[in-house]
């Protein structure tokens, strides 16, 4: 079985390019070039250089000992929390940001929904000097306003997306139509492995690092490079794609992604498409999608922002329906409880959407000596407010 | 013959004219299709509704959000179409279903145009519907049930990609504007006028249309002097909103 995307952009039955006319030459552009791109020397090299001095990799593979002797298991806390901007999303944009300049782009454009992919876009192209509109949606601009405020002061500009339900998936369409009408200068940086064909596979590899160094750490420190388990949240599924992707051949590792449930699986609420959604096509790919009969795309829900995607990455849909990788799924009330206890016992206070794969450590039955790596895909920074409120 | 061909054959400067179904209301399909043939506009183009309308600007966004509330669906259009015996059946103006891809992969292609056909719809406008997945996959369902595919180029679409989709096509060619969703009111400019020339030096064997951004009477014979005709969505939704007839929408426009 083939993990990895094929040569038309296709992960089994999903993925592809579902694009209007509009959008073909520039994504043609991005199709033809990107690996060329990506894979010279110079790019590597530059890449190399700014994760390493500016966001601050390698990220620590930490043995959570209190945690571990909690669930009986090793337990390994992938720290992308402790990069520069608060989580993994710097490790995409920071890779997009070169690809464009490649390409001659000097405007960028990108969605956002928490905030997170925004402000590591809007970083990047302050450390650039290149010009960002950030797309959000208007509901969404009200409930994080630090990380809007953060954004404003990197220098971008924030667009409220006010159309349909004014979440990140209405700011992901008006990012597509802002494509549409700037494809010259323009490069749109996608923040997760979603979107038309060549994206999916793009973002994949530049979150791959994290897969890359887990390896190399366990590697060094215990001569076995694989890890028995690696869970991560999935909501379109960028660091779950990362964490998972130098281990994708290895059947021995039991790939584990947390979806949000919400209030509930069936409730109405619920962010978890794998259960939820059909086969079907949003931003340009084909994918599994939370819709209703005839069609439409549903508003999903989970109280972590960064997880409420009504689709999912086609590189997941593939790996759910071949079985490679497990899909489970974490209430609000889970996720929040796996955060006060990581607080607790580890001292480290996780983003919500990370508190989503910490909670299935309380279903994981692993043996004692088994080795389990959670990506802590980011800190609970930004969701203090909400940690707050339900602080009891 | 497919009575697209039979319009390109007989007739120049062809007016389309773009609405959304189940806007401004659930049942107004038949009103606007009577009174927009009966007008003397040459062509339709029906637009289903869809959540995420990635290819439009506000107004269409608008009309498509306001037509689902109302409770439109394709089932329902068809049924619409079947049952209400518009005027246009009758009549020699093409009829043609403009929509986004996910609402018919979830109705079924074939089941889809099977429908159409018996709807009376002689083409169908699907932007997202990529060509080569077109090709590979749905032409053969398209031919059984005589519809046509229309394929949109823009001001980017290589000359290259352009004669590929001339080749491919069999109804008409739509040439959208400019770089831009629909709705833009930015006129027909000198940068628009080379581009039109620059198609239509190329001699294509397709007849040609032109939309997005045509919304008066000078933007439509303007486009006219370079295509075999323009189509007219957004302006047409706005002055419908307002209430105002059909007819006189036309009656500003030929």
């Not at chain 1, 001569?223 to 690696?230: F, G």
């Not at chain 1, 922002?305 to 999912?312: C, E, F, H, K």
């Amino acid at each position: 079985m083939r993990y990895q995307v094929n040569k038309k952009g296709y992960y089994g039955n999903f993925g592809g390019a579902f694009i209007p006319e509009m959008l073909v030459p520039n994504v043609e552009e991005l199709r033809n070039h990107y690996l060329k791109i990506i894979s010279s020397k110079g790019f590597q090299k530059e890449l190399g250089s700014l994760l390493r001095n500016y966001a601050g990799r390698p990220t620590p593979l930490y043995f959570a000992k209190r945690l571990s002797e909690r669930y009986k298991a090793k337990i390994f806390l992938k720290r992308e929390d402790l990069l520069h901007t608060g989580a993994h999303k710097i490790n995409n944009t920071l890779g997009q940001i070169l690809v464009a300049k490649k390409l001659g782009k000097t405007r960028i454009i990108a969605e956002t929904g928490a905030g997170q992919h925004g402000v590591a876009t809007a970083t990047v192209c302050a450390l650039m000097g290149l010009e960002c509109i950030v797309y959000m949606g208007e509901v969404d601009i009200e409930r994080q306003a630090p990380n809007v405020a953060r954004m404003k002061m990197l220098g971008a500009k924030v667009i409220p997306a006010k159309s349909g339900s004014r979440t990140l998936k209405d700011a992901t369409n008006e990012a597509i139509r802002d494509w549409i009408n700037n494809p010259v200068d323009t490069h749109y940086i996608i923040g997760s492995v979603v979107g038309p064909h060549p994206y999916p596979d793009m973002v994949a590899r530049f979150q791959s690092v994290i897969s890359k160094e887990i390896k190399k750490e366990l590697k060094s420190k215990f001569k076995k490079e694989n890890p028995d388990y690696v869970i991560a949240c999935v909501g379109g599924g960028s660091n779950a794609a990362g964490a998972f992707y130098h281990f994708l051949d290895n059947k021995k590792v039991k790939l584990i992604a947390v979806e949000a449930a919400g209030k509930g699986i069936h409730s109405g609420h619920s962010a978890a498409t794998m259960v939820l959604g059909k086969p079907g096509i949003i931003h340009g790919s084909k994918t599994l999608l939370m819709q209703t009969d005839d069609g439409q795309i549903t508003e999903p829900y989970s109280i972590s922002a960064g997880l409420d995607y009504p689709g999912v990455g086609p590189v997941h849909a593939h790996l759910f329906k071949t079985g490679r990788a497990k899909f489970v799924s974490a209430t609000d009330e889970e996720a929040l409880k796996a955060a006060y206890l990581l607080a607790k016992l580890e001292g480290i206070i996780p983003a919500l959407e990370s508190a989503h794969a910490l909670a299935y450590l309380e279903k994981l039955k692993a043996k004692k000596n088994e080795i389990v790596v959670v990506n802590l895909s980011g800190r609970g920074d930004k969701d203090m407010a909400t940690y707050i409120n339900k602080m009891e | 013959m497919n009575p697209i061909s039979t319009l390109f054959k007989e007739k120049k400067n062809i007016l389309s004219i773009y609405f959304t179904a189940g806007f401004p209301n659930l049942n107004s399909t038949k009103s606007i299709l009577d009174a927009l043939v009966g007008s003397g506009a040459d062509m339709i183009e029906i637009g289903i509704p869809f959540s995420d309308p990635l290819a439009d600007g506000p107004v269409i966004q608008h009309s498509s959000e306001v037509a689902l509330k109302n409770g439109m669906t394709i089932q329902l259009l068809f049924h619409q179409l079947d049952k209400l015996k518009v005027k246009s059946r009758k009549s020699k103006v093409p009829l043609i279903l403009m929509g986004y891809l996910n609402p018919v992969l979830q109705f079924g292609m074939e089941h889809f145009c099977r429908e159409a056909r018996k709807a009376g719809i002689s083409g169908v406008i699907l932007p997202d519907l990529p060509m080569d997945v077109y090709l590979s996959e749905y032409k053969p369902v398209f031919e059984k049930y005589k519809l046509k595919n229309i394929f949109l180029i823009t001001p980017q679409t290589s000359e290259k990609r352009i004669r590929e989709i001339d080749k491919r096509s069999d109804g008409f060619i739509y040439m959208v504007s400019s770089s831009s969703t629909t709705g833009a009111q930015n006129g027909v400019n000198k940068e628009k006028e080379k581009y039109f020339n620059r198609i239509r030096r190329m001699k294509l064997k397709s007849p040609v249309m032109i939309g997005f951004g045509i919304s008066d009477r000078t933007g439509f014979s303007k486009a006219c002097k370079f295509a075999n005709g323009a189509i007219i969505g957004s302006a047409f939704i706005s002055h419908i909103e307002k209430g105002e007839p059909v007819n006189k929408f036309i009656k500003q426009i030929i």
